[in-house]
């Protein structure tokens, strides 16, 4: 097994959008921006999708690993990747459950206050904002 990690080729969209399909996220958006994929031996296992709102600020739209590749370190190591070939910020919305995997790769957390006006606006876009009671969201950033 030889998982790699690197920007979607044009010929890994289609299981890129069956991936998220299967899993119901949404593919509206995936035209904007960039998507990364993890791949082992050309079978794309993970996708991660965002998009630049403002000059050195990456907006995590997405992540989404293969059920079955979870817990390997797919996740934290695609996410390292991303992080590391953006110099500035990357920004994201996770569930609760995921703060501890996101502060493990040195992501902190951050309040509506925190946000720029881009920021902020992207993540009304993305639903991220408001968080509800019965969905709630938790801002993170990475700072590199």
């Given at each position: 097994?030889?998982?790699?990690?690197?920007?979607?080729?044009?010929?890994e969209?289609?299981?890129?959008?069956?991936?998220?399909?299967?899993?119901?996220?949404e593919?509206?958006?995936?035209?904007?921006g960039?998507?990364?994929?993890?791949?082992d031996?050309?079978?794309?296992?993970?996708?991660?999708h965002?998009v630049?709102?403002?000059?050195?600020?990456?907006y995590?739209?997405?992540?989404?690993?293969?059920?079955?590749?979870?817990?390997?370190?797919?996740?934290?190591?695609?996410?390292?990747?991303?992080?590391?070939?953006?110099?500035?910020?990357?920004?994201?919305?996770?569930h609760?459950?995921?703060?501890?995997?996101?502060?493990?790769?040195g992501?902190?957390?951050?309040?509506e206050a925190?946000?720029?006006?881009?920021?902020?606006?992207?993540?009304?876009?993305?639903d991220?904002?408001?968080?509800?009671e019965?969905?709630?969201h938790?801002?993170?950033?990475?700072?590199?």
């Amino acid at each position: 097994m030889t998982v790699e990690f690197g920007l979607e080729t044009p010929g890994e969209r289609s299981a890129v959008v069956s991936l998220m399909r299967a899993h119901e996220w949404e593919i509206d958006r995936l035209d904007q921006g960039e998507v990364w994929v993890a791949r082992d031996d050309g079978e794309v296992i993970g996708v991660v999708h965002g998009v630049e709102v403002e000059p050195r600020t990456f907006y995590v739209e997405s992540v989404l690993i293969r059920e079955d590749r979870r817990g390997a370190g797919v996740g934290s190591e695609l996410m390292r990747a991303v992080a590391s070939s953006h110099q500035g910020d990357v920004l994201l919305g996770c569930h609760d459950n995921r703060v501890a995997f996101y502060e493990r790769l040195g992501y902190v957390g951050v309040t509506e206050a925190d946000l720029s006006a881009a920021e902020r606006d992207h993540a009304y876009l993305n639903d991220d904002l408001p968080s509800r009671e019965d969905h709630v969201h938790s801002m993170m950033r990475f700072r590199a």
